[in-house]
């Protein structure tokens, strides 16, 4: 008898999800807990394992189709038995090359080697992890090792000049189509932008004596908790103690009623494979440096594997992001509904500044604080950033809690 394959709940007032990509084909077997697909909330990318060991019979709902929560996707027959040859994939992709049991060739690649009769083994990959790009097959035709296809039947004595696009591969274009992840996020952000009074403020720190107390804790803290110290540890704290002396930025608006939050749910933007995240870190004023990192780093490794789990998205009461990893001198980061504030690091730079009468170089870092005006007055959003400021250019503050 077939077990039904279902759409379980992957969270609070989420009532459909997306199909993703089938990680198993009609015809597949599939042992216990193995994962079959990639389920796509407005939320999170979530891998449904098989209930039961057996083989893979039936596949209802296909890459982009919608299912709602608990209904049936797919059929797994526990007495089955594998199929003598493996079905194509239950997807709308063009059908895999035949060098791609060996190397996997990326879409574009596959239908501009298709249009210029160019084989897979002929073209020398440059991706990661062996993948063949488009950028590849472009340079194996201009090196003439392909030929290109004539677009009509002409007589072989008659030669036809090729145009530019025919030498260069044509200008293509790759449509495809977003997440709900990234649906959701793009909403929300235009929301933001027309719902709440939002400005930004800008202010920079000193980041010498931060900087010299890793390099001077480092081996021994990274020996004692297993995990590096970094400088989020320090921003989260930091921001908490900000929060408590502005307690407007921890809070948001319900209705005609403001809701201040005793609680410190600090939210951590990551970039993924699927966009743009931002899990919280619960009750963060409780958690010590290292709790903190640990958390942060497991959420990152977790966020590229697309495995953070619906509640640990929930929206947080503040939220901190890092565009300096990617090389960000200044931003104005987005308010992330329903709360009131976003502290946005930056880069750190070596420019010289003016210490007591001298001109003297140090690591210096931007950061920005965009928030909703409708509940934050200018003079709390600078004391906010003053104190933050304050804080990781003399840690003793944070640490002692003065």
């Known amino acids: 008898m077939a077990i039904e ?20 084909h009609e015809g597949d077997a599939v042992e216990k807990d193995e994962n079959v697909v990639a389920l796509e909330s407005e939320k999170a990318t979530v891998e449904l394992p ?37 079905k194509p994939a239950p997807t709308a992709e063009p059908k895999p090359a035949p060098a791609q049991a060996k190397q996997r060739v990326m879409p574009a690649a596959q239908r501009l080697m298709a249009e210029n009769q160019v084989s897979p083994e002929h073209v020398e990959a440059s991706g990661p992890g062996g993948r063949v790009l488009k950028e590849d097959v472009l340079r194996h035709i201009e090196k003439g090792k392909g030929e290109l296809p004539s677009r009509t039947s002409a007589p072989q004595n008659v030669q036809h000049p090729a145009s530019n ?16 992840l990234r649906r959701t996020v793009s909403r929300r952000l235009v929301e933001a932008q027309h719902s709440m009074a939002m400005l930004t403020t800008f202010n920079e720190i000193d980041m010498s004596t931060v900087m010299a107390l890793r390099k001077e804790h480092q081996e021994a803290f990274t020996k004692k908790h297993g995990v590096k110290l970094g400088f989020m540890s320090f921003f989260v704290r930091a921001t908490i103690e900000a929060l408590k002396a502005t307690p407007q930025l921890n809070a948001s608006i319900r209705g005609d009623d403001i809701v201040y939050h005793n609680y410190f749910d600090i939210g951590v933007a990551i970039g993924s494979g699927k966009g743009l995240v931002v899990p919280s870190i619960r009750n963060a004023e409780r958690m010590s440096f290292a709790e ?14 697309n495995k953070l789990k619906p509640d640990e998205l929930q929206p947080g009461t503040f939220t901190i992001t890092n565009g300096g990893i990617y ?23 070596e420019r ?7 001109v003297v170089i140090r690591p210096m870092m931007y950061i920005a604080l965009s928030y909703d005006h409708r509940l934050v007055d200018g003079r709390e959003a ?4 003053k104190h933050v400021k304050d804080s990781i250019e003399s840690p003793a503050r944070i640490l002692l809690e003065l």
């Open 5 to 24: 394959l279902k759409v379980p709940s992957v969270g609070e007032s989420i009532t459909e999800v997306e199909i993703g990509e089938w990680l198993k």
């Open 292 to 305: 903190v990192e640990k958390q942060i780093g497991d959420y990152a490794h977790r966020a590229q594997e």
């Open 382 to 385: 600078v004391t906010f950033l």
């Open 352 to 358: 010289p500044i003016a210490v007591q009468g001298q």
């Open 50 to 86: 098989a209930p039961v060991a057996g083989i893979l019979t039936k596949i209802t709902k296909r890459k982009g189709d919608k299912a709602q929560i608990g209904e049936t996707i797919a059929e797994i027959d526990p007495a089955g038995k594998p199929q003598p040859a493996a």
């Open 165 to 180: 696009e025919e030498t260069q591969g044509g200008r293509e274009e790759e449509v495809v189509r977003m997440t709900s």
């Open 327 to 349: 090389g960000s001198l200044l931003s104005t980061p987005i308010v992330n509904p329903p709360q009131s504030g976003i502290l946005g690091m930056h880069t750190i730079q």
